[in-house]
């Protein structure tokens, strides 16, 4: 039962500290005076990508005795993050061109108008 407690905590800390963030963004990019759009893409990005880029930092710096192991959980949280982001895309997108097109379906790109 300790580790429902636990698990639902850190759920609560979770969900008020992305409030607290997201706050402080539209708060930033009012005084920078910049528009959502950039604010969102970039320091959100930077804010968001954060977790993923110090696991392997501190697995390399501050992690078990074993550095053999400590080297295996970076490259894992190196290589890991990227390739399960663009097969989480690769299938997103296909589930919408098959809702779309179907199986059967062309594509058709349409060429710009200020190409000839």
Same mark, same amino acid.
């Given at each position: 039962m300790n580790l429902y407690i636990q698990l639902f905590a850190s759920l609560i800390i979770i969900v008020i500290a992305a409030e607290i963030f997201t706050?402080?963004? =539209?708060?930033?990019? =009012?005084?920078?005076?910049?528009?959502? *759009?950039?604010? *969102?893409?970039?320091?959100?990005?930077?804010?968001?990508?954060?977790?993923?880029?110090?696991?392997?930092?501190?697995?390399?710096?501050? *992690?078990?005795?074993?550095? =053999?192991?400590?080297e295996e959980i970076g490259v894992g949280a190196i290589l890991g993050a990227p390739l399960m982001l663009s097969t989480v895309a690769l299938c997103l997108m296909a589930q919408s061109a098959l809702r779309k097109r179907g199986l059967s379906g062309e594509l058709n790109p349409v060429r710009p108008k200020n190409q000839t």
């Open positions: 706050n402080a963004l =539209e708060h930033l990019g =009012e005084r920078l005076k910049i528009s959502e *759009g950039v604010t *969102g893409s970039l320091f959100a990005a930077v804010g968001t990508a954060m977790p993923e880029s110090m696991i392997p930092i501190l697995a390399l710096l501050a *992690g078990t005795e074993n550095q =053999e192991l400590n």
